[in-house]
């Protein structure tokens, strides 16, 4: 039987084989997860900041040595002991971590705002991945940062401090909480901030007192009482808390209260994220 004209314009015509025209092109399964984009995606985040490792790495490196050097000199004599430690191996501690949940929120803000203000950012919302994918390729990026500006710096303390790990999980479990915690802060500041000085306003008003009011060079157990009341409120009092915990085996907190508190902030704010994401809420027109 000949083949009609209706019939000859039909795809599944051309697609079995039939006729002259190509094939249709096959779509590629890409399964649960789109593995090659969400390793594309992250790889592009890490790369954006190893482009620039002097100011990524290296300068917040050098400014946390500072701050060891100034208080070293300036209380060094004046407080001998802290938590069962000397003053510089508790103080330590607070300095990497206060570092790391630094720059896990630059990476991801920065990345977000320029992308947006540059108009870029249909880059990454036009490849076939889910709100998911999204998340964890540009949250990722910002871990990764963290922990590599955490584990450069402890390593350029050693020559200063004696560094003792004294429970790993501790360790390795606030600091990737703590770089995720940031990380998605860092993602909803920019996609809410419409200018970047907006996002330098929550770094320097929310982010940077919090880190410094959360016993990063003090312990709470010396304030007075009201504040000592309010620091149990700070998210980042539990982070540097259970992070130092690691290392000195002393903890001014709970740290079951401090686990909950992580895991709790974390689940929030990654819901929240997932949400802007999926509705395109300042990223979709």
């Given at each position: ?59 917040p490196t050098i400014a946390s ?143 940077t007192p919090l880190a410094f ?73």
């Open positions: 039987m000949a083949m009609t004209t209706a019939d000859s314009d039909r795809p599944e015509a051309l697609s079995a084989g039939g006729g002259d025209g190509p094939p249709a092109p096959s779509i590629r399964p890409m399964g649960a997860v789109n593995w090659v984009g969400l390793a594309t995606l992250y790889g592009k985040e890490v790369r954006r900041f190893l482009k620039v490792g002097f100011q990524t790495v290296v300068a040595l500072l701050f060891l050097a100034i208080f070293a000199l300036a209380l060094g004599r004046a407080v001998n002991e802290l938590g069962g430690v000397s003053f510089l191996q508790f103080l330590a501690p607070g300095l990497i971590m206060m570092s790391m949940v630094q720059n896990a929120f630059a990476n991801t803000s920065s990345s977000l705002m320029i992308s947006k203000v540059q108009g870029n950012v249909v880059d990454i919302l036009m490849p076939p991945l889910s709100p998911s994918e999204l998340l964890v390729g540009i949250a990722m990026g910002g871990v990764t940062r963290g922990l590599l500006v955490g584990l450069v710096l402890a390593v350029a303390m050693l020559p200063f401090v004696h560094l003792e790990v004294h429970h790993v999980g501790f360790v390795l479990f606030h600091a990737v909480a703590a770089s995720l915690l940031l990380s998605l802060i860092g993602v909803i500041t920019a996609i809410w901030a419409e200018k970047f000085d907006q996002m330098a306003a929550v770094s320097n008003f929310v982010i009011l959360s016993g990063t060079f003090y312990s709470i157990h010396r304030l007075p009482e009201a504040l000592f009341v309010a620091s149990q409120f700070n998210p980042f009092f539990y982070m540097i808390d259970g992070f130092r915990y690691g290392f000195i085996g002393h903890a001014d907190g709970s740290l079951g209260i401090g686990l909950a508190v992580m895991v709790g902030c974390n689940a929030v704010l990654w819901f929240v994220c997932h949400r802007i994401f999926a509705s395109g809420y300042r990223l979709k027109p």
